[in-house]
């Protein structure tokens, strides 16, 4: 894997200078050079030509182009990489039990997806801990702050969350991810500010395991 120092726009880092990396990929899609930007990352950043389940068991984040890759993705973590048995919760109407539910399992990561229903804020990464059936709501652990959060349903019944897995690349635009190992799906893309954002996301170019373009 090539190595390096790599910084996205909003990481503040003691050092002085942006890396040469960063100023490079920049270059290319200011000048709108698709063919330097691919060949600038093909010769600096792990490519392969699939990523494969292989791949994703040693990730602790994937990224993708494309929601339905996500979706794939999410269903392999939480089949494969989370033990434990499958709590299943399901929306909740006045008439009763609705059609639609959420899969989880204990120390999943999730990602609330609306305000309104938590302490925490639309977008914030938590574990999941478990149901309380007495206050019928869920409760997930806030991994930064270490506080039990407790998440209730929104006005059509759900549980607002999803697999925190695995996300568009769209989704994590101006975030800086500190995952140890990043798989990055560009799904054919040839959007270069897209491919610039998803590779700016990261602090260095060691955190990213495959990418696949």
């Excluded at 899609?29 to 392969?48: A, H, Q, R, S, W």
């Excluded at 399901?90 to 609306?114: A, L, N, P, S």
């Excluded at 702050?145 to 994590?172: D, E, S």
Aim: overall charge positive.
């Amino acid at each position: 894997m090539a190595t390096g120092s790599f910084i996205s726009h909003n990481y503040s880092s003691s050092q002085s200078e942006v890396p040469r990396d960063h100023y490079k990929l920049r270059y290319y899609v200011d000048t709108n050079d698709e063919t330097g930007l691919f060949t600038y990352i093909c010769g600096k950043f792990p490519i392969v030509e699939h990523i494969d389940t292989t791949i994703l068991q040693k990730c602790t984040r994937a990224l993708a182009y494309l929601k339905s890759t996500v979706e794939s993705d999410s269903n392999f973590y939480l089949k494969r990489l989370i033990q434990g048995p499958r709590i299943r919760s399901w929306t909740k109407t006045k008439e009763g039990m609705g059609i639609t539910y959420v899969d989880v399992r204990v120390g999943c990561h999730v990602f609330i997806i609306q305000n309104g229903v938590s302490l925490a804020s639309n977008g914030t990464p938590l574990l999941f801990e478990k149901y309380n059936a007495e206050q019928d709501c869920i409760e997930c652990m806030d991994p930064v702050k270490k506080l039990l959060i407790q998440v209730q349903r929104n006005f059509k019944g759900k549980f607002p969350i999803i697999i925190g897995f695995a996300g568009t690349i769209r989704k994590f635009q101006g975030d800086t991810m500190d995952d140890d190992a990043i798989a990055m799906n560009f799904n054919g893309s040839r959007d270069l500010n897209l491919v610039y954002t998803a590779l700016s996301r990261v602090k260095c170019i060691d955190q990213i395991v495959a990418i696949q373009l």
